[in-house]
């Protein structure tokens, strides 16, 4: 047997010889987590990222994101994601998420949270891309809105057949007036996470948990 053909067979070994688990994790949605993101990963718990606004008493409040992995196939997953008028039942302080228009793949909604004694309304136009399984939002500036900008996203990743991962993004969220920076770190660093839990628990439940 000549050498290049014994190097090729020896590499062909190894590459059906390597744990299947660890080629997922190097090449999949879950390679660019380090060990310990890893561990929380695994455990149920949300892996999280935030970059705030570098301006104090800016009124933009930074963007973030949240990744968290559910027990689910994708399908699955975005099957229960995309019936957006059902956040009601998941979603932090949201009251309404009532479906005004839908064409093609925009979908128009109404939303409406309360926040401590006071009510936050505007519309948002949501992109559902069934192809990436991805959810993007952004507010409809051409309709009343509390908030001058809110916008983001909803990705689910293929792990294996029975497992996703999902990552929840927030960005350009612009209240409209000077917010401190101690509040901005605090409503991002507690509503990310909840908000990637809460769906968890929802998808995982097939709808029937609500906060």
């Known amino acids: 047997m000549k050498l290049r053909e014994t190097i090729y067979l020896i590499v062909l070994a190894a590459l059906f010889l390597l744990p299947s688990h660890l080629t997922a994790e190097e090449k999949g949605p879950l390679s660019s987590f380090n060990e310990e993101q890893l561990k929380k990963l695994k455990?149920?718990?949300?892996?999280?990222?935030?970059?705030?606004?570098?301006?104090?008493?800016?009124?933009?409040?930074?963007?973030?994101?949240?990744?968290?992995?559910?027990?689910?196939?994708?399908?699955?997953?975005?099957?229960?994601?995309?019936?957006?008028d059902l956040q009601v039942h998941w979603v932090p302080n949201k009251k309404k998420s009532k479906i005004i228009n839908k064409n093609e793949n925009k979908v128009l909604i109404e939303n409406e949270y309360e926040f401590i004694g006071f009510t936050v309304k505007y519309h948002s136009i949501y992109t559902v891309d069934e192809k990436r399984h991805r959810l993007e939002w952004k507010i409809d500036q051409t309709k009343p809105h509390d908030f001058e900008e809110n916008s983001g996203f909803y990705q689910l990743e293929k792990i294996d057949e029975k497992t996703t991962l999902l990552t929840y993004g927030a960005y350009n969220l612009d209240v409209g007036f000077k917010v401190p920076d101690f509040v901005k770190k605090y409503l991002l660093g507690k509503s990310l996470p909840t908000m990637a839990t809460n769906a968890k628990k929802y998808i995982e439940s097939e709808g029937k948990w609500s906060q």
């Open 43 to 84: 455990a149920g718990d949300p892996v999280c990222n935030y970059e705030f606004d570098k301006e104090e008493d800016s009124e933009n409040s930074g963007n973030g994101q949240c990744s968290i992995i559910i027990i689910k196939p994708i399908d699955k997953c975005f099957e229960i994601m995309e019936k957006i």
